[in-house]
């Protein structure tokens, strides 16, 4: 409804997250790496304790602290464990998107309405994901493919919270239109987003029991919501 009211005289630019923003996709990637680390005899973050990081940090990071503890912090060896680790993650992922993976409260309205309006709308999605992962998900949800304009992993250099990837979006897609708007879902992602427009929504999921009880996007200058409706 909010969509159908906006003015058909104005054009939009909307960048949108992916993980979290426009799909499901959670509870796929942390039972993926579970599997990889598992087969590894390694421990691994609880689901909560996933949630929380991936809100906070970038989960690279996290990988590389494990590669070089494993590699003794031998450079060369610890870049093997990570592209291994990274194989298998991707295999176990292709198996979880098809079962876990769908589209956030109504997200398929709003992919439809961007479809529908390309002559005043336009829309990219930035995501930290390669383009491998965003290809299985985009497997899983064929509706994301009304979205034709993808910013992935490989086209910039720094991942979020630097501001790196969704100014490459701006580079590569902005054609001056009149209002340019930010979708995102995670406290990483907000602080990417926030140089490249004042405009954030972030999309909160009403069963994110780890986001409701921090209650971090209270703290942002930006707007809150749960349903693209």
């Keep these: 409804e909010r969509l159908n009211g906006m003015n058909r005289g104005v054009s939009y630019f909307l960048m949108f997250d992916l993980d979290g923003t426009l799909v499901h996709t959670s509870y796929a990637h942390y039972r993926s790496y579970l599997e990889v680390f598992r087969n590894r005899g390694l421990s691994f973050m609880s689901y909560t304790e996933w949630n929380q990081y991936i809100n906070y940090s970038n989960i690279h990071t996290y990988l590389e602290n494990v590669a070089a503890e494993l590699a003794q912090h031998d450079l060369v060896q610890m870049e093997r464990i990570l592209s291994d680790i990274r194989n298998e993650k991707l295999a176990a992922f292709r198996t979880y998107a098809a079962a876990y993976v769908s589209?956030?409260?109504?997200?398929?309205?709003?992919?439809?309405?961007?479809?529908?309006?390309?002559?005043?709308?336009?829309?990219?999605?930035?995501?930290?994901?390669s383009c491998s992962t965003t290809e299985i998900i985009r497997e899983a949800v064929p509706e994301l493919n009304?979205?034709?304009?993808?910013?992935?992993?490989?086209?910039?250099?720094?991942?979020?919270?630097?501001?790196?990837?969704?100014?490459?979006?701006?580079?590569m897609y902005y054609c001056q239109q009149d209002y340019v708007i930010g979708f995102e879902n995670t406290c990483i992602g907000y602080e990417s987003l926030r140089h490249s427009t004042p405009i954030v929504y972030l999309y909160i999921d009403e069963n994110d029991k780890y986001a409701n009880t921090d209650n971090w996007y209270h703290k942002k200058d930006a707007f809150i919501f749960d349903d693209y409706r």
């Design 146 to 171: 009304k979205i034709t304009k993808w910013c992935v992993r490989e086209t910039y250099t720094a991942p979020k919270p630097h501001p790196e990837s969704y100014a490459k979006a701006m580079e």
């Design 103 to 129: 589209l956030t409260k109504n997200a398929a309205d709003m992919l439809r309405f961007i479809e529908a309006n390309s002559d005043t709308v336009s829309a990219v999605v930035v995501t930290n994901s």
